[in-house]
């Protein structure tokens, strides 16, 4: 190095002194929670199906107000009654399993028990399996010093925490680990919605009619205030009649008659609140956030290796 550089031997010796991670670093890796703004691309419109992305053509919403294609939701329910049927015989065999070996271990046991009966009738003496007894000479028990070790081990390796996961292993939850497979199985064996994630059946679906302006049938409209219905009108669904029609002349008029178009319309039951569009404000509720939480580090894929395309000097090799 040439001198009057102004740079030390120290700084430019590769990446030694550098081996953590630092924070960019470590952000770049995924470790943890993950967070993204969403934009209002990222967002469907009010009318659009959430399975398919596109204007409904044929719309029904569900009591949690999400909005699909008719022909979408339906195969998607269809696809989910397959699974749980394939689902239904998995448990099944996994319960003949479980009691095979219930079986087993009682006639094992049973037979251990008529063995020792024999030997302490039979035998002359008394009964001492040779599995746990072994004299080494000094009068100890060899076998059962080694059994209680292993019972020793055994509970503590029940205790150990499972350094992978935020949860601390005990005893509770290994019992419960062993029974998840089957009660894990016995909560998934119904239909669910795709975006809630909660139950739904076909009948659960209620048939939308929007209003179109007279002027524009691509453009929807509320029936009582005339008002064009955007991605920021607040939109109810009524049950008995399936009308579209805006908040505010929801909460004006039909709250307090009780009644649309001669039926009557339950606040708590009959209405469903329509998921809005996306509008890409924060305060707008739906949803403008997206998180997913990591335990190993997903990596996003966008970054280096510590080194992979820098110099030695840079030292910046994660730099995204």
């Known amino acids: 190095m040439p001198r009057g550089s102004g740079r030390k031997h120290s700084k430019n010796a590769g990446n030694m002194g550098s081996e953590n991670l630092n924070y960019a670093e470590r952000k770049a890796l995924g470790f943890g929670t993950i967070k993204e703004r969403l934009g209002k691309d990222t967002v469907k419109d009010f009318n659009c199906c959430a399975l398919g992305l596109h204007v409904c053509a044929d ?3 569900t009591d949690e107000g999400v909005l699909y294609e008719r022909e979408f939701i339906v195969r998607n329910l269809i696809e989910q009654k397959k699974s749980i049927e394939k689902m239904k015989l998995s448990v099944e065999r996994l319960k003949m399993q479980r009691s ?4 087993e271990k009682e006639e094992h046991a049973k037979a251990k028990e008529i063995k020792k009966f024999h030997a302490q009738n039979h035998g002359g003496g008394k009964y001492q399996e040779m599995d746990d007894v072994f004299d080494d000479g000094d009068g100890k028990q060899i076998a059962k010093r080694s059994e209680f070790g292993s019972k020793f081990d055994k509970e503590r390796a029940e205790s150990l925490n499972e350094f992978w996961t935020n949860t601390v292993r005990t005893k509770e939850n290994v019992a419960e680990s062993s029974s998840s497979g089957i009660s894990a199985k016995k909560n998934s064996l119904y239909t669910k919605c795709p975006q809630t994630g909660k139950k739904l059946r076909a009948k659960d679906l209620t048939k939308v009619k929007w209003t179109k302006a007279t002027d524009d049938e691509s453009v929807f409209i509320c029936p009582v205030t005339m008002k064009t219905f955007t991605n920021s009108t607040p939109i109810v669904i009524l049950k008995p009649t399936g009308d579209a029609i ?3 002349a929801y909460d004006l008029v039909i ?3 009780g009644a649309y178009e001669g039926k009557k319309v339950d ?3 009959d209405v ?7 509008t890409g404000f924060a305060a707008s509720g739906t949803q403008v956030e997206s998180k997913i939480e990591t335990i190993i580090g997903q990596g996003s894929g966008r970054a280096d290796i510590r080194g992979q395309n820098a110099s030695a000097p840079s030292r910046f090799g994660l730099r995204i």
Do not use: D, F, T, V
């Not at 095979?100 to 079986?103: P, T």
């Not at 469903?272 to 996306?278: D, N, P």
């Open 272 to 278: 469903i609140h329509l998921q809005r569009g996306g």
């Open 267 to 269: 606040p708590k039951k």
């Open 100 to 103: 095979e070996e219930e079986k």
């Open 246 to 248: 805006s908040k505010e």
């Open 59 to 61: 719309p029904y919403a």
């Open 255 to 257: 709250k307090k008659e």
